[in-house]
């Protein structure tokens, strides 16, 4: 961090002293020291958020379950039995079966069904990844002006999110997606990334509010720093712990209200397949129980695992919050 | 007290009407209510020309919000544009059905949410709290129109397999039952459990917490000097106070409860609001979209008001200026 040249020795005493003002950031402290035998090694935050993060059973557990989701997406389609829209005309809507090649069944045109949940696990977790991407950027970008310079744009921000919150969500979202949406897989997650940022900005513009009067900004600022340095060298970095654990929690939103909206016809449309969208097809068959149930599971695996990291690292990253889910 | 109520109430007719001009305009500018009409070919041009002036249509979008609104006031939410129905009748008649629905759903939700987590926090880490822990893990993992699905894959395929009809999976009445009789209670007996699935693992949850929260208090350890027995320090003192934030937490948990009774009363065809505005949504009926997100942001503006006044009754410490 510090621009420090081979030449150490020549350097003015002045800046060593600085140095040792600001432990952590000097090589000499970071690095081991050999004490009367006693290895001592310095730990910064970091590295005790990783250290509590790894110790957590469930948030663990949750990592390789989503790991795997991950790596089923990406490779769908060469870990995918059969292609995506390939019919079996031999087979059509039977049960799942451990004998045949088909092992979640086939639907109504006889496409094989655990085909089907790989590609639609790829296209949801695409989803949630993006909604929670663009969302935690523009929650942060909004959240840090309305914070940190307050006064009309503060009022602004805070009152838009008033707006969104008096009306259904779900609603709203069907609303837009209806009309705007066309049935398009990046569209719709844009939308849903729209209405989804006000939390982050809640968050982000707390912090800041309460940052930007600290004494440590007023010597940034008097010694000569920016607006735009003082936001991100300064302040931005502590907002980091909330906007990860927001951030992990939103891609499990995203997902949800993806599938919400694709399963009432107004998210995203064949032919291309999320695991909304297969639920909402096997509604057309109630009794062919294997069309709702399996989507369903994915989704709840997916989300479940989410969670678990979501809480995991909201111990790791940020103690002083509650263990309790909104 | 009186005048932080009023001044909340006031400030927010302003964030209704932004919020509604907003709405109107987007939803205005994106759905023509015409486009049906244009597509029959039994309607001429001069009827449509006829229809566009009689409501309006050819006037910009914000005239026709001006339009609306005094309709909005002195015709009830005015007439459906594909209909030419009038809304309100609709509007009364699904949203009763909602609130059966609904206010059954919460009041299970919360009398069963606040006994577990109770008993989750006085006996924390035992099997019971470890089993209620998962219970709602689940239950926010879960999305609201599959658990509706899977209740009435359960319970078409117990009729199916062995012709008794334990509940309903759609509707609210089976023609010829009067209207409140066992019959309507098969019928929203699946909604109401998917509903109270859903929001008992929230209340649950918050219960325990704040029960652990005030558990670890010096009143209550003070308490438990005196000599007061368990389950006097456990019922009045913990308890009562531990209460105070499940009012909040339910009462702003509203909008989230709307959404949810959107879609579980879609899965039944329950004659909700939820599944009016989706049918409505569905043939892009501009004034009838607009009636439902006006009337429950009503409610949720109110929820949130009422959570507001309960706080400030049940905790004295709160001061409001």
């Given amino acids: ?326 | 007290m009186l005048i932080y109520i009023t001044r909340r109430f006031l400030y927010s007719i302003p964030v209704l009407a932004l919020s509604s001009f907003l709405s109107f305009v987007f939803v205005s500018y994106a759905g023509d209510p015409r486009a049906n009409l244009r597509a029959n070919p039994k309607v001429s041009q001069l009827t449509l020309n006829h229809l566009a002036h009689q409501y309006h249509l050819d006037t910009s979008v914000p005239v026709r919000y001006w339009y609306w609104i005094q309709d909005v006031f002195t015709h009830k939410l005015g007439v459906s544009l594909i209909t030419l129905q009038p809304i309100w009748p609709d509007i009364t008649r699904t949203l009763g059905h909602t609130a059966q629905v609904v206010l059954l759903a919460e009041c299970i939700a919360l009398v069963l949410g606040i006994a577990v987590g109770i008993y989750s926090a006085v006996r924390q880490y035992s099997i019971f709290d470890y089993t209620f822990t998962s219970v709602s893990f689940l239950g926010f993992a879960m999305p609201t129109f599959w658990l509706a699905l899977l209740l009435q894959i359960l319970f078409v395929d117990i009729y199916l397999k062995w012709h008794v009809r334990i509940f309903y999976t759609s509707g609210l009445n089976t023609q010829g039952n009067a209207t409140w009789s066992l019959d309507r209670w098969q019928h929203i007996a699946l909604p109401v459990a998917t509903l109270t699935i859903i929001s008992f693992g929230l209340y649950s949850r918050y219960m325990r917490a704040s029960m652990l929260d005030v558990i670890n208090t010096d009143y209550v350890r003070t308490a438990r000097a005196k000599g007061l027995s368990e389950r006097h320090v456990i019922m009045r003192h913990v308890f009562r106070n531990a209460l105070i934030p499940i009012v909040t937490v339910s009462a702003l948990n509203f909008g989230a409860v709307l959404s949810g009774a959107l879609v579980t009363e879609t899965v039944f065809s329950l004659d909700g609001i939820g599944f009016y505005f989706v049918n409505k949504l569905g043939q892009l009926d501009v004034y009838a979209i607009m009636a439902y997100l006006m009337v429950t942001a009503v409610i949720i503006i109110a929820a949130n008001l009422v959570a507001d006044i309960l706080y400030g009754y049940l905790d004295p410490r709160i001061r409001y200026d």
Avoid at chain 1, 76 to 82: D, L, T
Avoid at chain 1, 146 to 165: E, K, P, S, W
Avoid at chain 1, 259 to 287: E, H, R
């Fill in chain 1, 1 to 326: 961090m510090t621009d420090q040249t081979p030449l150490e020795l020549e350097k003015p005493l002045v800046t060593q002293v600085s140095d040792i003002a600001r432990p952590g950031v000097t090589t000499g402290l970071v690095d081991t020291t050999v004490e009367a035998g006693l290895e001592l090694k310095a730990r910064s935050q970091w590295s005790y958020a990783r250290q509590r993060f790894l110790r957590h059973r469930l948030a663990m557990a949750g990592l390789t379950g989503l790991l795997f989701f991950f790596v089923v997406g990406i490779f769908a389609n060469a870990i995918a039995p059969y292609p995506i829209d390939a019919i079996d005309l031999n087979h059509i809507m039977i049960a799942p079966t451990s004998s045949g090649h088909h092992w979640l069944g086939t639907d109504e045109i006889g496409r094989d069904f655990l085909s089907r949940i790989i590609f639609g696990i790829r296209t949801s977790e695409e989803v949630g990844l993006f909604v929670a991407f663009l969302g935690t950027i523009i929650g942060l970008a909004l959240g840090a002006i309305a914070g940190y310079f307050g006064g009309l744009i503060d009022n602004l921000l805070m009152r838009l999110t008033d707006l969104v919150l008096t009306l259904p969500l779900l609603a709203v979202l069907l609303t837009v997606a209806a009309l705007k949406g066309e049935g398009s897989q990046w569209r719709v997650s844009i939308i849903i990334a729209l209405f989804l940022w006000t939390g982050i900005a809640r968050i982000v513009r707390g912090i800041f509010l309460s940052l930007r009067e600290k004494e440590y900004v007023e010597a940034a600022r008097a010694s000569g720093a920016g607006n735009t340095r003082i936001m991100f060298r300064h302040i931005l970095p502590n907002t980091l712990g909330p906007v990860v654990v927001a951030g992990t929690l939103a891609v499990a939103t995203g997902i949800l209200i993806e599938t919400a909206l694709s399963f009432l016809g107004f998210g995203i449309k064949p032919p291309t397949t999320s695991l909304g969208v297969l639920i909402a097809d096997g509604q057309n068959n109630p009794q062919k129980w294997w069309l709702t149930v399996f989507p369903g599971l994915a989704i709840v695996a997916i989300v479940l695992c989410i969670n678990f990291i979501g809480d995991g690292l909201r111990d790791a990253l940020d103690p002083q919050q509650r263990r309790v889910r909104a």
